[in-house]
């Protein structure tokens, strides 16, 4: 028997829906190679980077890059969509590389993986729509804030033994520690930070970070001869193959299925599988999934404005929980879709997941064949990547703009939510925020609530009559409710109009309530033009006409004729 849950389950979706209305054709394979192929030249480096900001060796991120990228290509439900590391992740897998190592990183990017599967099944995918603006700016500012922050070290080739995880701790070592600036190291930073910026005003179709990277690497080549030198990938980093070979920068391999939990711990000790250790990976788990979720749905929305396709949001959490599950067995980091790579495969003329997949083979190509050169790449030339990185995810000219035109409550969760993102971590900033957001929009709704005297009221008949304007709901009742309270004082008969009511909840109909209880023992409370949601809300809390207490009408003329308050006018049929 099938079960109702994985019924229909949109598995495959952007690659089914991609060759569903054209045929795949050689042409359209030859514009996904071409688009694979540019994407994968922007993806090598950067997905080097991040995996050295993240805390583990530079070929960790390529393998996520070339596993998960290609897993989440075809099964997830963005067609053009490339997934691999990107820098929102690095605040978060930092600190567990450091305190769990790198075997403590697998299993909560697998963990993570099952999250996201669990909110693919539960069909959460639309509720990234329930996610304010200016909370997701200011998460996102905030992690640039810190990704920059990080850089400092490598970019300027400080020599600081130990980098503290505080933010405010961070700083101030790292201002501690600028006398100790290494020249050549700034200089290599400095010359690719450059090209990076200038480069898109030469308006040629070929990404600046290959071009950056090599500048980089061409002025350390001019500084050798001076004897200075830099700090490298394979000064850095050094590895052990299985059969006991070791070298420095990365291995000349494929990536190899390995049990993360085999791994060993940060100081070489065996990983200590257990439950303790399971939830205390659990919070960076559930942070990971968050903003896998957030991220990879932000970049398919963005996509979709750029094509005029349509992506299959709980398809895409699928494809992104099948990838992360998947890459941990394979040395992988936390992956998803990256906003900046996928804007490049549209813009290089990709037309189905086919590119992104092409991606992924150009990285698994490049680490069998180009290795040894990768191992020259300079630290500070992969930092100026992560600077340029962290400058396009602030969104800076977004965030000025939402303070310069902004109401000033978003501005303040925007504010908020950056702040706490740097001085805390995500998952505190995006709680507080969508909290802080939804009680100022309530507070913004209830607001709204008003009422307005009608002018049928007559002072000699003793006959108030308003009109509630607004949702009667628990923010807002309890102020309606006393205002009328004062508002009727001297009435005997109180008609209330609630044509404009569209809700009435389980606080309004309390207040309500109370306002009945209170009312006069000689009023006669009215309500007319009730919609259908507050009557059936009535209907289910079982008020019911009272005589001479409360009574309900279709139209105010109706019960003012009947309640024979409405002289000269004619009765209704």
């Not at 996509?303 to 005029?308: A, C, E, I, K, Q």
Request: with cysteine; charged share 15%; hydrophobic share 55%.
């Amino acid at each position: 028997m099938k079960i109702s849950m994985f019924k229909g389950l949109p598995l495959f979706s952007a690659l089914i829906d991609s060759c569903r209305n054209q045929p795949y054709s050689a042409t359209r394979l030859l514009k996904d190679t071409i688009a694979g192929i540019t994407v994968g030249i922007i993806a090598i480096p950067l997905a080097m980077a991040l995996a050295i900001g993240s805390g583990v060796a530079p070929q960790y991120g390529l393998y996520t890059a070339a596993v998960a990228g290609i897993v989440i290509a075809v099964t997830g439900g963005s067609r053009f969509s490339v997934s691999g590391p990107t820098a929102a992740f690095v605040v978060i897998l930092y600190p567990v590389s450091q305190q769990f190592g790198l075997a403590g990183l697998l299993i909560a990017t697998l963990m993570s993986g099952f999250i996201l599967l669990a909110m693919g099944l539960a069909r959460f995918g639309k509720l990234i729509e329930y996610i304010p603006i200016s909370v997701v700016l200011g998460f996102t500012s905030g992690i640039a804030i810190t990704i920059a922050t990080m850089q400092v070290k490598d970019f300027f080739g400080l020599t600081l033994e130990h980098v503290p995880e505080n933010y405010v701790d961070k700083v101030v070592a790292l201002s501690g520690a600028m006398p100790t600036i290494h020249l050549a190291d700034t200089l290599i930073g400095l010359t690719t930070l450059l090209v990076l910026i200038y480069w898109p005003k030469l308006k040629v179709r070929l990404p600046g970070h290959l071009p950056a990277i090599i500048a980089g690497m061409l002025v350390m080549v001019i500084l050798s001869f001076f004897d200075l030198d830099v700090a490298t990938i394979g000064s850095r980093f050094s590895y052990t193959l299985p059969d006991g070979t070791q070298g420095a920068g990365i291995p000349a391999i494929l990536p190899q299925f390995v049990l993360p939990w085999n791994l060993p711990a940060p100081n070489g000790a065996p990983f200590d599988l257990s439950w303790s250790t399971i939830a205390a990976l659990m919070p960076a788990a559930f942070s990971m999934a968050m903003l896998g979720a957030i991220e990879s749905l932000l970049c398919a929305v963005v996509l979709d404005g750029m094509t005029g396709k349509k992506h299959n949001s709980n398809g895409e959490l699928l494809g992104q929980g099948l990838g992360n599950i998947a890459a941990p067995f394979f040395g992988g980091i936390t992956a998803t879709a990256a906003i900046a790579r996928s804007a490049a495969n549209v813009r290089a003329g990709a037309t189905s997941p086919v590119s992104a997949i092409v991606h992924s083979l150009l990285v698994l190509l490049t680490l069998l064949v180009l290795a040894p050169v990768l191992s020259y790449l300079p630290l500070a030339a992969m930092s100026a990547l992560l600077l340029m990185v962290a400058w396009n995810m602030s969104e800076a000219a977004k965030v000025i703009e939402l303070i310069r035109r902004a109401p000033k409550d978003d501005i303040i969760v925007l504010l908020l939510c950056m702040s706490l993102t740097v001085l805390f971590d995500m998952v505190i900033a995006i709680s507080v925020g969508i909290v802080l957001a939804s009680l100022l929009f309530m507070r913004r709704i209830a607001n709204m609530t008003r009422l307005s005297e009608s002018p049928f009221t007559n002072n000699d008949k003793g006959l108030l009559v308003v009109r509630v304007n607004g949702p009667l709901f628990f923010a807002a009742a309890e102020r309606i409710f006393d205002d009328l309270k004062v508002k009727s004082a001297g009435y005997h008969t109180i008609v209330m109009q609630w044509d404009a009511v569209p809700v009435l909840d389980a606080g309004g109909l309390k207040a309500f309530r109370r306002f009945i209880d209170e009312a006069g023992v000689d009023t006669h409370i009215v309500v007319c033009d009730i919609p259908f949601q507050p009557l059936k809300t009535l209907v289910r809390a079982q008020i019911v006409p009272v005589d001479n207490k409360i009574s309900f009408f279709p139209t105010v003329t109706k019960a003012l004729i009947d309640l024979d308050l409405m002289d000269g006018v004619i009765s209704e049929p």
